[in-house]
C-alpha cells in the first residue's frame, strides 16, 4: 500500500475540517426524534438483510 505525501495528508484534513464546521454553522436539528430515528435505522437495515437472503 503506498503512503500519502504530507501534501495529500493535508488536503484531506483540509476537507474534514471543512466538512466539521459546515456541520457546526448548520445549527442544532429541530423537531428530530431520536427514537423515532433509530426506529427508522433499524427496519431499514431489516428491509436490506431481508432482501439479501
Keep these: 500500500m503506498e503512503r500519502n505525501t504530507s501534501k495529500e ?5 483540509v476537507i474534514l475540517k471543512d466538512a466539521i464546521q459546515e456541520g457546526i454553522n448548520s445549527g442544532r436539528a429541530e423537531n428530530f426524534d431520536p427514537n423515532k430515528y433509530l426506529e ?7 428491509q436490506k438483510s431481508k432482501s439479501l437472503k
Excluded: G, P
Excluded at 9 to 13: A, D, S
Excluded at 40 to 46: F, I
Design 9 to 13: 495528508e493535508e488536503n484531506r484534513l
Design 40 to 46: 427508522s435505522l433499524r427496519a431499514t437495515k431489516s
